[in-house]
């Protein structure tokens, strides 16, 4: 990591119990309104004041409904004070009728909440091509306002589906000698692929920034971060990241020209990858996080695309999840990135052991590599020779579990 890098991290402080609404001025809550049998599955976020707001979306044609209302809700003002998020049914692939149910979702939810209805964004996960039941939808957006829902872990709880475990995070800094606070949610656990994926992820800051510096700053970390998970290699309908920033650190207004402009780019892309990382720790049936470091390459761009061939290669998946050290998987999958690059000059680590340098194999312990295999973690290097572009990928092995939990994901 570069200098300027660390000593910005140096000023950014990860909070222990840090969640959604650690950032001043944010409530959220979830609760069951009988989408899925037991579980929550209605969660919210709600800011006291208009946020600036931004957000990305999947890259799949098959666009659901409800991000088409969320864009449409941010392109009025760029701006936000509420997200309302069902889990357990998608609201994609539902015509006319899906549209309808989720404008009609959004104008409930900001009618409970007194605010303007595009003041609202609407989110869905779960089953693609069943409508939703929007007499329990509406019934459970009616009762956002009791108190036995509030709280941010019922809101990191109601936007799961297949994950494990819930994902909720929050850093501080100063800027402008004020406390700035960034916290986030996210789900995804399936489908998870490069540019976008079964993945939601909100994430609130009461930063003053301006709105399209905000767009910028965001669209530009995730190519960093969300962008580069995988765990399957599919891509789906309802993926989107949206950030609120509501002003209340009274900080004076963010933008590329403000002196602690990339102190707020740390933090924000801190909290980015380190949500991206959980989500592709939390892989269906996953065992272990898989991190792909890249450099040598001749671009950026080049590197990035080599990290995601090698995390995205199933025959590498399984081979981590097996504590194989078959590096010919590694080899493979960078051949045929698409890439410039000379293979005389390709070296291989597995964490801190060598396996290939300079397109040869180096003689290793095959004991010390299954043991390196073996943890919760693994890092694989790929050093090009090329040039200065470098990259880091994140992904999961691919287990058994991830067959028998997709073959039944309907029943």
Same mark, same amino acid.
């Given at each position: /990591?570069?200098?300027?890098?660390?000593?910005?991290?140096?000023?950014?402080?990860?909070?222990?119990?840090?969640?959604?609404?650690?950032?001043?001025?944010?409530?959220?809550?979830?609760?069951?309104?009988?989408?899925?049998?037991?579980?929550?599955?209605?969660?919210?976020?709600?800011?006291?004041?208009?946020?600036?707001?931004?957000?990305?979306?999947?890259?799949?044609?098959?666009?659901?409904?409800?991000?088409?209302?969320?864009?449409?809700?941010?392109?009025?003002?760029?701006?936000?004070?509420?997200?309302?998020?069902?889990?357990?049914?998608?609201?994609?692939?539902?015509?006319?009728?899906?549209?309808?149910?989720?404008?009609?979702?959004?104008?409930?939810?900001?009618?409970?909440?007194?605010?303007?209805?595009?003041?609202?964004?609407?989110?869905?996960?779960?089953?693609?091509?069943? !409508?939703?039941?929007?007499?329990?939808?509406?019934?459970?957006?009616?009762?956002?306002?009791?108190?036995?829902?509030?709280?941010?872990?019922?809101?990191?709880?109601?936007?799961?589906?297949?994950?494990?475990?819930?994902?909720?995070?929050?850093?501080?800094?100063?800027?402008?000698?004020?406390?700035?606070?960034?916290?986030?949610?996210?789900?995804?656990?399936?489908?998870?692929?490069?540019?976008?994926?079964?993945?939601?992820?909100?994430?609130?800051?009461?930063?003053?920034?301006?709105?399209?510096?905000?767009?910028?700053?965001?669209?530009?970390?995730?190519?960093?971060?969300?962008? /580069?998970?995988?765990?399957?290699?599919?891509? *789906?309908?309802?993926?989107?990241?949206?950030?609120?920033?509501?002003?209340?650190?009274?900080?004076?207004?963010?933008?590329?020209?403000?002196?602690? #402009?990339?102190?707020?780019?740390?933090?924000?892309? !801190?909290?980015?990858?380190? !949500?991206?990382?959980?989500?592709?720790?939390?892989?269906?049936?996953?065992?272990?996080?898989?991190?792909?470091?890249?450099?040598?390459?001749?671009?950026?761009?080049?590197?990035?695309?080599?990290?995601?061939?090698?995390? *995205?290669?199933?025959?590498?998946?399984?081979?981590?999840?097996?504590?194989?050290?078959? #590096?010919?998987?590694?080899?493979?999958?960078?051949?045929?990135?698409?890439?410039?690059?000379?293979?005389?000059?390709? *070296?291989?680590?597995?964490?801190?052991?060598?396996?290939?340098?300079?397109?040869?194999?180096?003689?290793?312990?095959?004991?010390?590599?299954?043991?390196?295999?073996?943890?919760?973690?693994?890092?694989?290097?790929?050093?090009?020779?090329?040039?200065?572009?470098?990259?880091?990928?994140?992904?999961?092995?691919?287990?058994?579990?991830?067959?028998?939990?997709?073959?039944?994901?309907?029943?």
């Amino acid at each position: /990591m570069e200098s300027n890098q660390l000593a910005l991290q140096e000023k950014i402080y990860l909070l222990p119990n840090g969640n959604i609404t650690t950032p001043k001025g944010y409530t959220a809550g979830g609760l069951h309104c009988g989408i899925r049998k037991s579980k929550l599955d209605l969660g919210w976020v709600y800011s006291e004041v208009p946020a600036s707001a931004a957000g990305v979306y999947t890259t799949n044609l098959f666009q659901a409904a409800p991000l088409k209302v969320t864009q449409e809700s941010i392109a009025k003002e760029n701006k936000l004070q509420a997200i309302v998020c069902n889990s357990g049914i998608a609201n994609a692939c539902t015509g006319e009728q899906g549209l309808k149910d989720a404008y009609e979702m959004r104008q409930n939810f900001a009618n409970v909440l007194g605010i303007e209805e595009h003041y609202a964004a609407v989110a869905s996960t779960g089953l693609i091509g069943e !409508l939703l039941p929007m007499e329990k939808i509406n019934q459970g957006i009616a009762s956002i306002n009791d108190e036995e829902n509030a709280g941010p872990a019922r809101f990191e709880t109601a936007i799961l589906t297949t994950d494990t475990k819930e994902k909720g995070m929050a850093i501080q800094f100063e800027i402008d000698g004020k406390t700035v606070s960034i916290g986030g949610a996210a789900k995804g656990s399936g489908m998870i692929h490069p540019n976008m994926a079964t993945m939601l992820s909100f994430i609130t800051t009461d930063a003053a920034v301006e709105s399209q510096s905000l767009h910028t700053a965001l669209k530009t970390i995730t190519n960093k971060s969300f962008n /580069m998970i995988t765990v399957d290699g599919d891509t *789906s309908t309802n993926d989107m990241v949206l950030v609120m920033a509501n002003g209340q650190a009274e900080n004076q207004p963010l933008n590329e020209s403000h002196p602690e #402009w990339q102190v707020f780019i740390e933090g924000l892309g !801190l909290v980015c990858e380190m !949500l991206a990382k959980e989500i592709a720790r939390d892989g269906e049936g996953a065992s272990k996080l898989v991190e792909v470091q890249v450099s040598g390459a001749v671009t950026d761009e080049a590197a990035s695309a080599i990290s995601k061939s090698i995390i *995205s290669s199933n025959l590498v998946k399984t081979a981590v999840h097996g504590a194989d050290a078959n #590096w010919g998987r590694i080899i493979t999958a960078i051949g045929y990135s698409g890439q410039q690059l000379d293979p005389t000059k390709v *070296s291989i680590g597995l964490g801190t052991i060598p396996v290939v340098e300079n397109g040869m194999p180096v003689p290793f312990s095959e004991e010390d590599a299954k043991a390196y295999l073996l943890k919760d973690t693994i890092v694989i290097y790929a050093t090009l020779g090329d040039g200065n572009g470098k990259a880091t990928a994140w992904g999961c092995d691919l287990s058994y579990d991830y067959v028998r939990i997709n073959a039944s994901y309907r029943t």
